[in-house]
């Protein structure tokens, strides 16, 4: 009996040591969980204040930054790491009885982008009222 006790505070000792590491690992995962649920909440926060996303930043290319000998634009944005060409606007906001309100230059892939990040920009929820005017600016 005596050698059964301490056989059964060893392997108790050992599944207490396993229970802990494991207890210890989901902590970790927690935590890396947390902060990813974090990040996206700020990156989310951005984008209702109307900031462009940092990671799209690296994936696109300014149009004036793309080199004038490409033949297939989307070859090129495919083996450099791109996804996309952006270009400055400028987006003219017309409403009923006020004045036009002018957002330039607006860096964006289209115009849709544009009138979006204009409306962003401006704090400008309801868009019903406005009429927009896009137009590229040319380098």
Known sequence: ?????????????TELAAERAELTKLR??????RQLL?????????TQRGEPRQSSQGERIHQRDLPSDVQSVRAWLKA???SAVVRDYEVTLR????????VSPVIAVDEAEAISIAFASLKIESTQAYNPHVRAIDP
């Open 1 to 13: 009996m005596t050698e059964e006790k301490p056989k059964r505070n060893a392997d108790l000792a």
């Open 28 to 33: 970790a995962e927690l935590a890396e969980e």
């Open 38 to 46: 974090d990040e996206e909440l700020a990156q989310f926060e951005k």
């Open 80 to 82: 450099h790491g791109k």
């Open 95 to 102: 409403s009923g009885g006020g004045s036009p309100r002018v």
